[in-house]
């Protein structure tokens, strides 16, 4: 099957700096792939390239496919197309959403900006609202922004993005700024409408459990590059890259409590201040030599794809 | 709302009255006195001046010809002239009227300018915005006598387009007169107007529901009317309100400057002459226009930014 | 007259990184006031004539090696006039900032750590005085003590007085709420060595910053109001004045009027400058 996303060898830098060292992704339709890093790793970065967010001084490589358009050339006309078939989900709904219109005229905006009936982009915007959980959604829609909690506000962010249908759902952490009750809740709504209508997801986050519960597929992002691609349940239990083992590692577990909050030793580094080699060796528990000078080649152990010199001994 | 506006109005009732009394004790205080002004240098015999006291109320106590004065305004009378004996509402509304459509015709040309400039220099960056942005940074130094300095002597000595001196006749020559003047006021305020609204349209612009907005696919044109003027145009708004309340007062410089009758030069000559129901009246349409003139941009606002209107209730 | 732009008091104390250079504009602002203050000071050095005192015989002389910027309309020296001027147009708005912080800022502090009622009346105070104009309270002022720059300076201090306290409680208020400032008061420190101390203190920037501000406007308000002849009196030196003299400017004779103009745009310009350096003010 043909990928509705592809991110081939990109590399984005912002003026001077690094950001993105050769990320390549693939996305199916209807698949969910989650990223997954710490910050400073560019995974919120590869999602904006996606979505060409990017500031002025930005300077890109490599190639990004949506479908069979060439996202990194598109301009105008085409650039706005291409945003409209992507629903983007900040992760701050309060700043994302212009706070002087009211709910309702933010949802039919889309509509009324293309001409489009708006009595009929309400109707569909009240029911996806339904759909996301929302009590009395006429009520909310005639309210601003500001009366709203940031839980119901993040439901209208998502619901304005639903409603249009889109191919492709990018979410940079869409429930981080929530609290933790009501992230679950919005989390398992937005994804259940997702599946129903067929769409891809590509969820930015920091939490591997989150992103494990949700996706399909999990791409673990570090200074820069993806160090191991895997589906979801292999990459929570057989996880191949030092750094992802890290990282699990690194997670409190539910049933016991400890005395201590493990991390990860070290802290990240962002692509700027990485070698040739792989990023992730000044931490790595397991570095060779060699680690530090070549850039290890993308293996395939298993169902995961991961790039370290010492896969086959750590498998 | 409705509590928002009243409580506004009693605000400014309180103001013009508490201005009025302060008024009342700097000319009550000052040295000299109204009849003496009247007499000159050859004062008449004890029972004339007895006699023109008491015609002109001087012989009350000074509280008690505030209040009289007070009852009087609150019917709608605002006095006679002590100086001219004309009502006063006739005495000042000739300079009232070059006062104002002054000032009208400046807050016009802020707002074009201001605002103009501003959005140029915000939608521009690069050599537009860096050039727009030195011109208004120096404009926000040029006080309004040393732009009708400028304005004097190439628009009217030099090349002689407009009048140095006065106003012409019928509508054409009255607003040809003030042309000069109006520019010569505007100078300066449009420059703040300007520096405003650039910086708050530039934190519009690269702010995060102008991304959403982008995302979306919004069009151009209303991204730029939807999410980045109509997000940006309060603060301007509070300051136009500002800049140009502030002109009713500062328009004498001008006036002077251009020998218009308006407010200010009145102002001068019967705060001289002590003629106390002029002055009064006049601060009256000074402060009251200042009041009135906040009070309409803080309406603004509230109809633009719906936080505003909670904060009011 | 013009009303003062105090708008950023907010922004103002947010910003709490210091800055650690003047920068090039920061630095030329610098050099035009130390300049201009040094021919203040050292006016009857600087000055190669006495500023009153004219040659009838020679007015309006052109530019030449004897005067530098030729002669007024009464033949009096263009430079020293400009050079003496900067005292008279110096000195005032000094006073009118001193004046103000003086009672400003205590009434800020007081506003802010005192809240409720306190606040109120005192704010209600400051917006009555606010809708005052300047210009109204010094025409009066002259009325009372005659014209003269004291008066207009007791005038435009009063007139300055509710933006500086605005500005000064607005950001008192934001230090106040700080942890630092609750935990010094929690442990018992009493409230006017706190604010002495601590507030006051870390306000410095911010005041510095906004008296630099204040203090141009007060030169182009002090300015005006020679230009009406109601400050500065028309035979002595002020930049005001000389900025006034219409008759040169019809009789097209300039240059006077011109430099004058320019030397209270190019201070002014400073001060916004060094202003907005000193209180870390971004320039977006």
């Given at each position: 099957?043909?990928?509705?996303?592809?991110v081939d060898d990109l590399t984005l830098d912002l003026g001077d700096t690094p950001i993105l060292r050769g990320v390549s992704l693939?996305?199916?339709?209807?698949?969910?792939?989650?990223i997954?890093g710490e910050s400073g790793s560019g995974k919120s970065m590869t999602l904006r390239t996606v979505a060409r967010l990017l500031p002025d001084s930005a300077r890109t490589g490599g190639a990004v496919r949506?479908?069979?358009?060439d996202v990194l050339g598109l301009r105008g006309?085409e650039l706005?197309?291409h945003r409209?078939?992507l629903?983007m989900?900040f992760q701050d709904?309060?700043s994302a959403?212009?706070?002087?219109?009211?709910?309702?005229?933010?949802?039919?905006?889309?509509?009324?900006?293309?001409?489009?009936?708006?009595?009929?982009?309400?109707?569909?915007?009240?029911?996806?609202?339904?759909?996301?959980?929302?009590?009395?959604?006429?009520?909310?829609?005639?309210?601003?922004?500001?009366?709203?909690?940031?839980?119901?506000?993040?439901?209208?962010?998502?619901?304005?993005?639903?409603?249009?249908?889109?191919?492709?759902?990018l979410?940079d952490e869409?429930?981080?700024?929530?609290?933790?009750?009501?992230?679950?809740?919005?989390?398992?709504?937005?994804?259940?409408?997702?599946?129903?209508?067929?769409?891809?997801?590509v969820?930015v986050?920091h939490?591997?459990?989150?992103?494990?519960?949700?996706?399909?597929?999990?791409a673990?992002m570090y200074g820069g590059r993806v160090l191991?691609?895997?589906?979801?349940?292999?990459?929570?239990?057989?996880?191949?890259?030092?750094?992802?083992?890290?990282?699990?590692?690194?997670?409190?577990?539910?049933?016991?409590?400890?005395?201590?909050?493990?991390?990860?030793?070290?802290s990240p580094v962002p692509a700027a201040q990485t070698g040739p080699g792989c990023p992730f060796v000044d931490?790595?528990?397991?570095?060779?030599?060699?680690?530090g000078?070549?850039l290890?080649?993308?293996?395939?152990?298993?169902?995961?794809?991961?790039?370290?010199?010492?896969?086959?001994?750590?498998? | 709302?409705?509590?928002?506006?009243?409580?506004?109005?009693?605000?400014?009732?309180?103001?013009?009255?508490?201005?009025?009394?302060?008024?009342?004790?700097?000319?009550?205080?000052?040295?000299?006195?109204?009849?003496?002004?009247?007499?000159?240098?050859?004062?008449?015999?004890?029972?004339?001046?007895?006699?023109?006291?008491?015609?002109?109320?001087?012989?009350?106590?000074?509280?008690?010809?505030?209040?009289?004065?007070?009852?009087?305004?609150?019917?709608?009378?605002?006095?006679?002239?002590?100086?001219?004996?004309?009502?006063?509402?006739?005495?000042?509304?000739?300079?009232?009227?070059?006062?104002?459509?002054?000032?009208?015709?400046?807050?016009?040309?802020?707002?074009?300018?201001?605002?103009?400039?501003?959005?140029?220099a915000a939608l521009r960056p690069g050599p537009v915005d860096a050039g727009v942005t030195t011109?208004?940074?120096?404009?926000?130094?040029?006080?309004?006598?040393?732009?009708?300095?400028?304005?004097?002597?190439?628009?009217?000595?030099?090349?002689?387009?407009?009048?140095?001196?006065?106003?012409?006749?019928?509508?054409?020559?009255?607003?040809?007169?003030?042309?000069?003047?109006?520019?010569?006021?505007?100078?300066?305020?449009?420059?703040?107007?300007?520096?405003?609204?650039r910086a708050?349209a530039r934190q519009e612009l690269a702010s995060e529901h102008v991304e959403t907005a982008r995302m979306?696919?919004?069009?151009?044109?209303?991204l730029?009317?939807?999410?980045v003027?109509?997000?940006?145009?309060?603060?301007?708004?509070?300051?136009?309100?500002?800049?140009?309340?502030?002109?009713?007062?500062?328009?004498?410089?001008?006036?002077?400057?251009?020998?218009?009758?308006?407010?200010?030069?009145?102002?001068?000559?019967?705060?001289?002459?002590?003629?106390?129901?002029?002055?009064?009246?006049?601060?009256?349409?000074?402060?009251?226009?200042?009041?009135?003139?906040?009070?309409?941009?803080?309406?603004?606002?509230?109809?633009?930014?719906?936080?505003?209107?909670?904060?009011?209730? | 007259?013009?009303?003062?732009?105090?708008?950023?008091?907010?922004?103002?104390?947010?910003s709490?990184t210091r800055r650690t250079g003047l920068g090039v504009s920061g630095?030329?602002?610098?050099?035009?006031?130390?300049?201009?203050?040094?021919?203040?000071?050292?006016?009857?050095?600087?000055?190669?004539?006495?500023?009153?005192?004219?040659?009838?015989?020679?007015?309006?002389?052109?530019?030449?090696?004897?005067?530098?910027?030729?002669?007024?309309?009464?033949?009096?020296?263009?430079?020293?006039?400009?050079?003496?001027?900067?005292?008279?147009?110096?000195?005032?708005?000094?006073?009118?900032?001193?004046?103000?912080?003086?009672?400003?800022?205590?009434?800020?502090?007081?506003?802010?750590?005192?809240?409720?009622?306190?606040?109120?009346?005192?704010?209600?105070?400051?917006?009555?005085?606010?809708?005052?104009?300047?210009?109204?309270?010094?025409?009066?002022?002259?009325?009372?003590?005659?014209?003269?720059?004291?008066?207009?300076?007791?005038?435009?201090?009063?007139?300055?007085?509710?933006?500086?306290?605005?500005?000064?409680?607005?950001?008192?208020?934001?230090?106040?709420?700080?942890?630092?400032?609750?935990?010094?008061?929690?442990?018992?420190?009493?409230?006017?060595?706190?604010?002495?101390?601590?507030?006051?203190?870390?306000?410095?920037?911010?005041?510095?910053?906004?008296?630099?501000?204040?203090?141009?406007?007060?030169?182009?308000?002090?300015?005006?109001?020679?230009?009406?002849?109601?400050?500065?009196?028309?035979?002595?030196?002020?930049?005001?004045?000389?900025?006034?003299?219409?008759?040169?400017?019809?009789?097209?004779?300039?240059?006077?009027?011109?430099?004058?103009?320019?030397?209270?745009?190019?201070?002014?310009?400073?001060?916004?400058?060094?202003?907005s350096r000193?209180?870390g003010e971004d320039r977006r």
């Amino acid at each position: 099957m043909t990928a509705l996303l592809q991110v081939d060898d990109l590399t984005l830098d912002l003026g001077d700096t690094p950001i993105l060292r050769g990320v390549s992704l693939a996305v199916r339709p209807g698949e969910a792939l989650g990223i997954v890093g710490e910050s400073g790793s560019g995974k919120s970065m590869t999602l904006r390239t996606v979505a060409r967010l990017l500031p002025d001084s930005a300077r890109t490589g490599g190639a990004v496919r949506v479908g069979d358009r060439d996202v990194l050339g598109l301009r105008g006309r085409e650039l706005r197309e291409h945003r409209r078939g992507l629903g983007m989900v900040f992760q701050d709904p309060r700043s994302a959403i212009n706070p002087v219109h009211t709910v309702g005229a933010f949802l039919v905006e889309r509509a009324r900006d293309a001409g489009q009936d708006t009595a009929a982009a309400r109707e569909q915007a009240l029911t996806v609202l339904r759909r996301m959980g929302m009590t009395d959604p006429e009520r909310r829609m005639r309210q601003h922004p500001f009366e709203l909690s940031g839980g119901l506000l993040q439901r209208v962010m998502i619901a304005s993005v639903l409603m249009e249908r889109p191919r492709l759902l990018l979410a940079d952490e869409p429930t981080t700024a929530l609290d933790v009750t009501t992230q679950a809740d919005v989390l398992a709504l937005t994804d259940e409408l997702r599946r129903e209508m067929g769409a891809a997801l590509v969820l930015v986050t920091h939490d591997l459990d989150l992103a494990s519960a949700v996706c399909d597929r999990i791409a673990v992002m570090y200074g820069g590059r993806v160090l191991e691609t895997a589906p979801a349940a292999t990459l929570r239990d057989d996880a191949v890259h030092p750094y992802t083992r890290a990282l699990l590692a690194s997670r409190p577990p539910l049933d016991q409590r400890l005395t201590e909050i493990p991390v990860a030793p070290g802290s990240p580094v962002p692509a700027a201040q990485t070698g040739p080699g792989c990023p992730f060796v000044d931490r790595c528990p397991v570095a060779l030599p060699i680690c530090g000078s070549a850039l290890p080649e993308e293996r395939l152990v298993g169902a995961s794809r991961v790039r370290c010199h010492r896969v086959e001994e750590v498998a | 709302m409705r509590r928002f506006l009243l409580r506004r109005l009693l605000g400014a009732v309180v103001t013009l009255l508490i201005a009025s009394i302060v008024v009342y004790l700097c000319v009550y205080l000052s040295p000299g006195s109204p009849e003496q002004v009247l007499f000159g240098s050859r004062p008449p015999s004890p029972e004339v001046q007895a006699q023109v006291r008491e015609y002109l109320g001087l012989d009350q106590s000074p509280v008690l010809r505030y209040l009289t004065w007070l009852g009087h305004v609150l019917s709608g009378d605002l006095g006679t002239s002590l100086i001219t004996q004309q009502p006063v509402s006739s005495r000042i509304a000739d300079p009232a009227l070059v006062t104002l459509s002054l000032v009208a015709y400046a807050a016009v040309l802020i707002v074009l300018l201001g605002v103009g400039s501003g959005l140029l220099a915000a939608l521009r960056p690069g050599p537009v915005d860096a050039g727009v942005t030195t011109l208004t940074s120096v404009a926000t130094a040029v006080p309004a006598f040393v732009a009708a300095g400028v304005l004097i002597s190439v628009f009217a000595v030099q090349l002689g387009w407009f009048p140095a001196y006065g106003q012409g006749d019928g509508v054409v020559g009255w607003w040809h007169g003030l042309t000069l003047p109006a520019v010569a006021l505007a100078i300066l305020a449009s420059g703040l107007v300007s520096r405003v609204t650039r910086a708050s349209a530039r934190q519009e612009l690269a702010s995060e529901h102008v991304e959403t907005a982008r995302m979306r696919g919004i069009s151009g044109g209303r991204l730029l009317r939807s999410h980045v003027l109509h997000n940006a145009a309060p603060s301007v708004v509070t300051v136009i309100g500002l800049q140009v309340a502030g002109l009713v007062a500062g328009a004498v410089v001008v006036e002077q400057a251009f020998g218009l009758n308006g407010l200010g030069g009145l102002l001068i000559s019967s705060v001289q002459q002590k003629d106390f129901p002029v002055v009064q009246a006049i601060a009256l349409v000074v402060v009251g226009a200042f009041v009135l003139l906040n009070l309409l941009a803080d309406l603004v606002v509230m109809a633009l930014d719906p936080r505003a209107r909670v904060v009011a209730r | 007259m013009t009303v003062l732009p105090f708008t950023a008091a907010r922004r103002l104390t947010r910003s709490r990184t210091r800055r650690t250079g003047l920068g090039v504009s920061g630095w030329a602002a610098v050099v035009v006031l130390v300049l201009v203050a040094a021919a203040a000071v050292l006016a009857p050095l600087i000055a190669p004539y006495d500023p009153n005192t004219g040659d009838l015989l020679h007015p309006y002389a052109t530019p030449s090696a004897d005067h530098w910027l030729g002669t007024d309309g009464t033949g009096r020296d263009v430079f020293s006039r400009l050079v003496y001027g900067a005292r008279t147009s110096l000195l005032g708005p000094a006073a009118v900032v001193l004046a103000a912080l003086l009672l400003g800022v205590p009434l800020a502090l007081v506003s802010a750590w005192r809240g409720g009622r306190t606040r109120i009346v005192l704010g209600s105070v400051l917006d009555v005085m606010f809708a005052i104009p300047g210009l109204l309270l010094a025409i009066l002022a002259v009325a009372m003590f005659g014209p003269g720059l004291g008066a207009a300076v007791i005038a435009l201090a009063i007139a300055y007085l509710p933006y500086v306290a605005r500005l000064a409680t607005t950001a008192a208020e934001g230090e106040r709420r700080l942890p630092y400032v609750q935990a010094l008061s929690v442990q018992g420190h009493g409230a006017l060595r706190v604010n002495v101390r601590h507030v006051l203190r870390n306000l410095s920037p911010v005041l510095v910053g906004q008296a630099s501000v204040a203090f141009a406007y007060a030169l182009i308000d002090l300015a005006s109001l020679s230009f009406l002849g109601l400050a500065v009196q028309a035979p002595q030196a002020d930049w005001g004045v000389l900025a006034s003299d219409k008759d040169a400017l019809l009789k097209g004779h300039p240059l006077g009027v011109a430099s004058a103009s320019v030397l209270i745009v190019v201070t002014v310009l400073s001060l916004f400058v060094l202003g907005s350096r000193v209180s870390g003010e971004d320039r977006r």
